[in-house]
């Protein structure tokens, strides 16, 4: 193990080396920057390039688009209430209001530190976990999944910030849309009126798009003015700050990077769940939880270390046995088999040093996407002071072409849309968005592993309690619902944000 | 002399079939991808169109276009409505395009209709078990005692249409765990415990096998590449040799049979240049190319043998 | 004095109400397996809307319960921030997007979005006609060689020229 990292080591500081994982970098950042459109969609386009190159040379190149997706992401979400990447919609929920104060560089620096740190510590996990690897994937089966999903959808209660009923309430709608589609355990269509488009069911991308980034546009379309609202200052200084600022809640930077390095580990659940996961379980841990939503530094911290652990994690199950821990690992498996390189049990063996190689690069890509982002925060955050009636139609433009690029279907940039009407809609009525996303992504989860589960034990209940992982995480969940539900319910009297 | 009547009578739209062939291609051609990108349908046709863009004169570009959705049917949809002057061809997953039909689900294209281009490759299935499980034989399997669990993706896909066939020739009851959402995680579950064994490509299921995780009881190869494992043949069921997954070139209904052996040309020379071999040699995809008429012969072998177990394949 | 109900907040409440009981009968014509978890959850939407819009009566029921779980009587019918907000500009911001999808859906990507960011600009904007041509000028090139010429995504063409 010792020998491929020196190996890996000597490819990267070589001319060719820097250069790849250079343009990884960019490319993560560009793609992760634009709306609609994240890694999973720089890797499928940048796949065919690695054709002529280097197995070690394409690692580079994908480990830097890795590293960098998620910090182009948080850009978006921070200056436009633009999730530039799904799992970055997050941050939006207290980024956006610190760059309305004024604050977008103190946001921005804190999100570039959290980040560094988060990646760090995720792929730090998935270095000490590799010779465990195999067991850790063979531990969780369809009961642990829906157990997993059950905890995941327990966290809405906690991510209501105040407002209990309507959280759960559009959780519950969420769940009704996670519905639509084919069923794979059934086999057959459920609430798709006929339609072709609906076959997949409601697409994340789209929707997420249109929740956060549509919707604000359509509540700028109304209220006029610019972001950053007049009386802010400019705030900029405040860059290098905010990544202190992550160290500061050391706390809140080390839950998120935690919850994000689980959470991608385990796959099917992917990082837009770990993001609002790390943000409800900032919101516990602070001392202000009512301030969250209004701009509370910590909502940025946790979501943002989640984002960029979570790709650490989700090398877990990818490298041991070939499953994708997320859609983009799902994609790059692609280009590894481009490359001769089989995944299942043996790639890690046949090919060590290599896979040392996209370690590596995510490492120093994710380091680095964050300085370049530190030196272009003060420019950047100028976007916050331009007039919202040509930036509004600007960024629906892109945003949709971006949902378009994704999967080439006219009905996404139309379910964006409708998505952005939903959105507002629930911004005025106060159903908060983060519940219904949640509840979308975990609710085919949780049915699908909860059928499965029951074919795979002939409709026995206790296959739930039986299997020692299942019986803890049960247990977990148990707990996580009694005790965030009482705290919400007791300070449920207070004001309550928006979300 | 010639070549300027035939001209003037392609003006006069008085040959259109002809005319259409001999001046094709005469604008992009679209390649039609029924999946994400980042599979291996996907690289199967990236590999192969720049050579075909080369052998084709180099004046157009062939198109690799991602048409996902709907399990593979939304992009076989598009190429059967597609107006056939060779300009929209797509890769078809035979057995897995013609599953739906079978199982009794509303598909937007009759497979049957479809004009075979080519084959581009074939990779057969294995059945395995998890080295740590008591099964050693297709015996075994009966002598269960109940329906063997057999994880698989989805009722569409063609892993499960495998292991519905093999149930009913090898005669034992199958109970399908279907939800998992891909190849290597279904896989998984059988080394995991969840299931007693499953069917996949060799190309992935044979890792498992090397790794250790799991032990192979045949293969539907003619010649096993597994190490000490029979082939379905040679356990006595020669019908279900070939059993596995095709990699079709496919065209709407009724492309003029010039227009089809111009494409097709055009692969099988783009098959055999060495870079292209080079690339698949890579990423061990060999190409296994036929051209049409055998195409059509080993897509209409392979149907039938689906189609036979149509009841198999509606069970649930 | 406050009013019994307040109808935009009770309304919402309705809706979902709606909702939920529409999901519930819809869920109930598949088959047992498939309608399971969907019927369970469509009652779950139906019993808290109803919580819901009860809570927001001044009945002393809806007094109660609010104190148990939160919920507003009044919502701020303002946006965030400065500017007006009524029904007028929201229904037009929101047509403005339909306006602009139907664009895209007729004629695509490129045409579409210069009329569409040129006509915002000047019309819902109130801005100088070349702001307005110069953002859209600079929006569409700036997309077009991204997605069309760097990584040759096709935008979408428009169902009027082929798309489909």
């Known amino acids: 193990m010792l020998e491929s990292t020196l190996a890996a080591l000597q490819g990267l500081f070589t001319p060719l080396g820097v250069l790849f994982l250079l343009l990884g970098v960019l490319v993560g950042l560009v793609f992760g920057v634009m709306p609609g459109i994240g890694g999973t969609t720089a890797i499928a386009l940048l ?21 960098a997706v998620s910090t182009g992401g948080s850009i978006t979400s921070i200056l436009l209430n633009t999730p530039g990447n799904a799992p970055n919609a997050a941050t939006c929920l207290d980024g956006y209001p610190l760059a309305q104060q004024g604050k977008a560089g103190l946001a921005i620096g804190a999100a570039a530190g959290a980040s560094t740190i988060g990646g760090i510590i995720g792929i730090v996990t998935l270095i000490a976990v590799i010779p465990v690897m195999k067991s850790i994937v063979l531990l969780f089966g369809p009961p642990e999944y829906f157990v ?31 519905f639509v589609g084919y069923d794979a355990v059934g086999g057959g269509v459920r609430f798709t009126l006929g339609s072709n488009y609906l076959w997949d069911g409601i697409q994340l991308v789209p929707a997420l798009t249109g929740l956060f980034a549509i919707s604000e546009m359509i509540a700028l379309s109304v209220s006029g003015g610019t972001i950053a609202k007049a009386n802010a200052g400019m705030g900029i200084g405040g860059v290098l700050q905010g990544f202190w600022q992550a160290v500061v809640h050391w706390k809140t930077t080390l839950q998120g990077s935690v919850i994000g390095t689980l959470i991608g580990a385990v796959p099917g659940l992917g990082g837009t769940v770990a993001a609002f996961l790390a943000y409800s379980g900032a ?34 199950p990818t490298l041991s046995f070939g499953i994708p821990g997320s859609a983009e690992m799902a ?8 490359h001769g390189m089989q995944p299942g049990p043996m790639l890690l063996i046949e090919h ?40 509004v139609p600007v960024v629906v433009a892109v945003a949709l072409v971006g949902v378009y690029a994704l999967r080439e279907t006219l009905g996404d940039v139309v379910l964006a849309g409708l998505f952005g009407i939903l959105g507002y809609i629930m911004i005025r009525f106060g159903f908060p968005r983060i519940t219904l996303v949640i509840a979308l992504v975990l609710g085919e989860l949780a049915e699908r592993s909860y059928h499965q589960s029951l074919n795979m034990s002939g409709g026995d209940w206790s296959i739930f309690f039986t299997r020692t992982p299942s019986l803890v995480l049960s247990i977990l969940v148990v707990g996580l619902l009694l005790a965030p539900a009482v705290r919400t319910l007791r300070r449920g009297r207070r004001r309550p944000a928006t979300a | 002399m010639l070549k300027t009547l035939f001209a003037a009578a392609c003006a006069a739209a008085l040959l259109p079939a002809a005319c259409l062939a001999a001046d094709f291609p005469q604008k992009n051609i679209e390649f039609i991808i029924p999946f994400g990108p980042g599979g291996g349908f996907d690289r199967t046709v990236r590999a192969i169109a720049p050579f075909m863009e080369k052998q084709l004169g180099g004046k157009v570009s062939v198109l690799p276009r991602n048409v996902p959705g709907a399990g593979g049917k939304r992009g076989m949809a598009t190429v059967y409505r597609a107006k056939p002057d060779g300009y929209t061809i797509a890769i078809a997953n035979i057995p897995g395009a013609a599953i739906p039909a079978l199982t009794g689900e509303k598909v937007e294209y009759d497979i049957n209709k479809l004009t075979w281009i080519a084959r581009l490759a074939t990779e057969e299935y294995t059945l395995a078990v998890a080295t740590k499980s008591s099964i050693r034989s297709i015996e075994d399997l009966r002598k269960l005692g109940r329906p ?37 995680d279904y896989i998984v579950a059988v080394v995991r415990g969840d299931g007693d ?50 990699r079709f070139v496919v065209g709407p209904p009724g492309l003029p049979p010039a227009i089809i052996k111009a494409l097709s040309d055009a692969m099988a020379k783009a098959v055999q240049d060495p870079e292209l071999q080079a690339i698949a040699e890579k990423s061990r995809q060999p190409f296994a190319f036929l051209p049409p008429d055998k195409a059509k012969a080993n897509a209409d072998r392979s149907l039938a043998l689906y189609a036979r177990y149509k009841a198999a394949l509606q069970k649930r | 004095m406050k009013p019994a109900i307040h109808w935009p907040d009770f309304g919402a409440a309705l809706i979902v109400l709606a909702i939920g009981v529409g999901f519930l009968l819809w869920a109930q014509t598949y088959p047992p397996k498939a309608a399971e978890v969907p019927v369970l959850v469509a009652w779950l939407t139906t019993v808290l809307a109803l919580i819901d819009a009860v809570a927001r009566t001044e009945t002393a029921l809806g007094r109660a319960l609010r104190r148990v779980v939160s919920a507003e009587q009044v919502i701020e019918w303002q946006a965030d921030g400065d500017g007006e907000a009524s029904w007028r500009r929201v229904a037009s911001s929101a047509l403005w997007l339909l306006a602009y999808l139907a664009g895209v ?30 953002t859209a000028l600079g929006t569409t090139l700036g997309v077009w060689i991204v997605f069309q010429l760097l990584f040759r995504y096709p935008l979408y063409p428009g169902l009027l020229f082929g798309g489909f």
């Open chain 1, 148 to 178: 997993l999903a059950l905890m995941g959808l327990a966290a809405i209660a906690v991510a209501t910030g105040g407002r209990f009923l309507r959280g759960l309430i559009a959780g519950a709608l969420g769940l009704i849309l996670a």
């Open chain 1, 47 to 67: 796949t065919p390039l690695t054709f002529t190159l280097e197995s070690s040379q394409a690692m580079l190149l994908m480990g830097g688009i890795m590293g």
């Open chain 2, 148 to 184: 063997v669990k057999m994880p698989s993706t989805d009722f569409g896909s063609t892993a499960y249409a495998g292991m519905a066939i093999f149930g009913e020739m090898l005669k034992f009851p199958v109970q399908h765990l279907t939800g998992y959402k891909g190849t290597n």
């Open chain 2, 197 to 246: 064994a499953t069917t996949g490509p060799i190309s992935t299921m044979g890792k498992f096998v090397e790794s250790g995780d799991m032990r192979a009881l045949f293969t539907t190869e003619e010649k096993s590449t597994l190490k000490g494992v029979p082939t379905i043949a040679e356990l006595g069921y020669p019908d279900l040799t070939g059993l596995g997954v095709d």
């Open chain 3, 105 to 134: 859906a007729l004629a695509g990507f490129l045409l579409a979005t210069p009329l569409y960011i040129f006509l915002y600009v000047k019309l819902h904007g109130g801005r100088s006609a070349l702001a307005g041509a110069v």
């Open chain 1, 352 to 391: 060590e040093g290599v896979m040392f190689s996209l370690i590596l690069a995510l490492l120093v890509s994710t380091l680095f996407s964050n300085v370049v982002v530190l030196a272009v925060a003060r420019p950047l955050a100028l976007i916050t002071r331009i007039d919202v009636h040509l930036l």
């Open chain 1, 283 to 316: 919101m516990q841990i602070s001392k202000n939880p009512e301030t969250f939503g209004k701009g509370n530094i910590e909502g940025v911290i946790g979501p943002e270390a989640s984002n960029n652990s979570k790709d650490g994690g989700a090398l877990i």
């Open chain 1, 331 to 338: 994609v790059f498996l692609g280009v590894l088999v481009l």
